[in-house]
């Protein structure tokens, strides 16, 4: 492999593990926000889709990308913001859907669709013991990002991503 190629796998790699901190249990390459990771010129373009038009955390997002590379040696960081196509929740990956329910959040149903966002919730499992026996308590749970669920068979209550 090339220099470059191994300055490009690295870049990935760094900006990959980057954390929402809405979400600080996986990297926004796991949640899908990191789209691409160029070399160009010298420097590294990074592209993000933010998960959610409102996000505050995104701002956030871009600058710990920035700094990580910055502060692994890459001299020139530049982070877009692209949104289009919009983010959807089908773009976390396995891994980081796992990495969810290991934390207590129910990951979002697959292929949900954008009008999920507006309440027509498809059935959420609970993330703790599997049971369909579930209900919603609120539009907004922890994050503006997430609805609090209950479960009616372990009683637990839990948050849930909402499928955008
Ligand atoms: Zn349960």
Redesign the pocket.
């Known amino acids: 492999m090339s220099v470059v190629t191994l300055d490009l796998a690295r870049a990935r790699a760094i900006a990959g593990a980057v954390v929402d901190p809405e979400i600080p249990v996986l990297g926004i390459g796991d949640l899908g926000v990191l789209r691409d990771v160029r070399m160009s010129g010298g420097g590294v373009e990074v592209d993000i889709t933010p998960t959610y038009s409102g996000c505050p955390a995104m701002n956030v997002i871009a600058w710990e990308v920035e700094a990580a590379l910055a502060s692994a040696g890459f001299p020139q960081v530049r982070v877009r913001l692209v949104l289009s196509p919009a983010w959807t929740t089908d773009w976390i990956t396995e891994a980081g859907r796992q990495a969810l329910r290991d934390y207590g959040i129910a990951p979002p149903a697959k292929r949900a669709g954008r009008r999920a966002l507006f309440g027509a919730d498809d059935d959420t499992p ?1 993330p ?4 369909a026996a ?1 209900e919603k308590l609120s539009e907004f749970g922890s994050t503006a990002c997430k609805a609090l669920w209950r ?1 009616t ?2 009683r ?1 209550p839990f948050d849930a991503f909402k499928c955008l």
């Open positions: 609970c703790r013991c599997g049971s579930t479960c068979a372990c637990e």
